[in-house]
């Protein structure tokens, strides 16, 4: 045996604690096992037997046998068993490949390039096929002990984490990951919490429907991950149909947010998308999907309480016209085209001529005038979003 794996043979007890110690530290799931002593002592046995079976394993030129595999595939199935988390099982696998190089490196001297060479190259290549048999039994329990709607609940918790082992379980679950994503955030105001099953059950239905990451963040809010070119900004037809198969599954109006983004920068996209939907006009059946080109000025209004007072004095002068929040809203949806808006309204052009004087009476604001544009289009949008209800 070289001088490099004499060395690890012999420090392979004070490294086995070492790593249980960072565990400890860097894993509260870890450190309430560890409270445990049986618990303990069984990671502990672990830790020394993968150390001293890789040396022996590297001495020989052997690699790691199938009854190595299955054993390691146990360790991850109890780790399961005992309800680790999928984040935490990740994060120890990378946990434990960090504190194996070093130990290699902190051992290796000069005169053992070439043995340091063998052991990283075989740590390389077995520990891919060990970490991936540990998370193939962590995933096999997993997929008996959680639903579907739970597990995608810890995809997006990963996702939006940006953890490196959001793969694995996308995996698992049949989801391709991309590069871009449009976050599509569903408000549904007032709706009342429901059971965890009923929740979990809407969102397996929806997702056998799209097979795209989609959990429950909020009691009343349901996000959606869509993948998008990295050039689009918007989403597609597509998007519109799955929020709407949502909407319906909910059977509630909701407040629709979109934004798109790189997947290394999810969280803040997801962030913007859900400012967005809090402004957002409440549709019964989604027929837009509010940007932030559609609802910036909004979410202006919303930060300056001294506008937001002031515009809603506006608007409440608009609800008390009867019609005019809605005449508003078909003229300028139709680029302020009149014969456009009365067909959609139903009515003749006269009678929408009528109801844009009220407007300018009611509120002494012309609704064709670049003013009444700025004004009245964020008025008739804060309406329809509930907010001055």
């Given at each position: 045996?070289?001088?490099?794996?004499?060395?690890?043979?012999?420090?392979?007890?004070a490294?086995?604690?070492?790593?249980?110690?960072a565990?400890?530290?860097?894993?509260?799931?870890?450190?309430m096992r560890a409270?445990?002593?049986?618990?303990?002592?069984?990671?502990l046995?672990?830790a020394?037997?993968?150390?001293?079976?890789?040396?022996?394993?590297?001495?020989?030129?052997?690699?790691?046998?199938?009854?190595?595999?299955?054993?390691?595939?146990?360790i991850?199935?109890?780790?399961?068993?005992?309800?680790?988390?999928?984040?935490?099982?990740?994060?120890?696998?990378?946990?434990?490949?960090?504190?194996?190089?070093?130990?290699?490196?902190?051992?290796?001297?000069?005169?053992?390039?070439?043995?340091?060479?063998?052991?990283?190259?075989?740590?390389?290549?077995?520990?891919?096929?060990?970490?991936?048999?540990?998370?193939?039994?962590y995933?096999?329990?997993?997929?008996?002990?959680?639903?579907?709607?739970?597990?995608?609940?810890?995809?997006?918790?990963?996702?939006?984490?940006g953890?490196?082992?959001?793969?694995?379980?996308?995996?698992?679950?049949?989801?391709?990951l991309?590069?871009?994503?449009?976050?599509?955030?569903?408000?549904?105001?007032?709706?009342?919490?429901?059971?965890?099953?009923?929740?979990?059950?809407?969102?397996?239905?929806?997702?056998?429907?799209?097979?795209?990451?989609?959990?429950?963040?909020?009691p009343?809010?349901?996000?959606?991950?869509?993948?998008?070119?990295?050039?689009?900004?918007?989403?597609?037809d597509?998007?519109?149909?799955?929020?709407?198969?949502?909407?319906?599954a909910?059977?509630?109006?909701?407040?629709?947010?979109?934004?798109?983004?790189?997947?290394?920068?999810?969280?803040?996209t997801?962030?913007?998308?859900?400012?967005?939907a809090?402004?957002?006009?409440?549709?019964?059946?989604?027929?837009?999907?509010?940007?932030?080109?559609?609802?910036?000025?909004?979410?202006?209004?919303?930060?300056?309480?001294?506008?937001?007072q002031?515009?809603?004095?506006?608007?409440?002068?608009?609800?008390?016209?009867?019609?005019?929040?809605?005449?508003l809203?078909?003229?300028?949806?139709?680029?302020?085209?009149?014969?456009?808006a009365?067909?959609?309204?139903?009515?003749?052009?006269?009678?929408?001529?009528?109801?844009?004087?009220?407007?300018?009476?009611?509120?002494?604001?012309?609704p064709?005038?670049?003013?009444?544009i700025?004004?009245?289009?964020?008025?008739?949008?804060?309406?329809?979003?509930?907010?001055?209800?």
């Open positions: 045996m070289s001088g490099l794996l004499e060395e690890l043979m012999k420090r392979s007890d490294n086995a604690r070492a790593e249980l110690t565990y400890e530290r860097e894993l509260p799931e870890y450190r409270e445990n002593p049986r618990s303990r002592a069984e990671m046995d672990y020394v037997w993968f150390r001293r079976h890789t040396v022996e394993l590297v001495r020989d030129g052997r690699c790691l046998s199938d009854e190595d595999l299955a054993f390691i595939g146990d991850g199935r109890k780790r399961a068993e005992e309800g680790l988390s999928t984040g935490a099982a990740q994060h120890v696998l990378a946990l434990h490949a960090t504190l194996m190089l070093h130990e290699i490196n902190e051992v290796a001297e000069g005169d053992d390039l070439e043995e340091l060479l063998r052991l990283t190259a075989w740590f390389g290549a077995q520990g891919a096929r060990g970490s991936g048999c540990y998370l193939d039994g995933l096999a329990v997993q997929r008996l002990r959680l639903s579907v709607g739970k597990r995608l609940h810890d995809l997006v918790d990963l996702l939006l984490a953890d490196l082992s959001a793969p694995g379980l996308a995996h698992d679950l049949g989801v391709c991309h590069d871009h994503y449009v976050a599509v955030v569903l408000r549904f105001p007032g709706r009342p919490p429901g059971r965890d099953d009923d929740a979990d059950d809407l969102v397996e239905s929806v997702f056998k429907l799209h097979t795209v990451p989609i959990a429950w963040r909020r009343d809010e349901l996000l959606v991950l869509l993948p998008v070119c990295a050039r689009e900004e918007t989403p597609g597509d998007a519109l149909a799955v929020v709407r198969d949502i909407a319906e909910v059977a509630g109006a909701c407040r629709v947010g979109v934004a798109a983004g790189p997947a290394a920068r999810l969280a803040g997801v962030s913007m998308a859900r400012q967005i809090e402004v957002a006009p409440v549709q019964r059946v989604p027929q837009v999907l509010s940007g932030i080109g559609d609802v910036f000025v909004e979410l202006g209004v919303v930060r300056v309480p001294e506008v937001d002031w515009l809603r004095d506006v608007a409440r002068r608009l609800a008390n016209g009867p019609d005019l929040v809605a005449t809203d078909a003229y300028y949806r139709n680029d302020m085209n009149r014969l456009r009365a067909v959609g309204l139903h009515v003749h052009p006269r009678t929408l001529d009528y109801r844009l004087r009220r407007v300018r009476e009611v509120t002494g604001i012309d064709g005038s670049a003013k009444g700025r004004i009245l289009t964020a008025a008739v949008a804060r309406l329809q979003a509930g907010a001055y209800a």
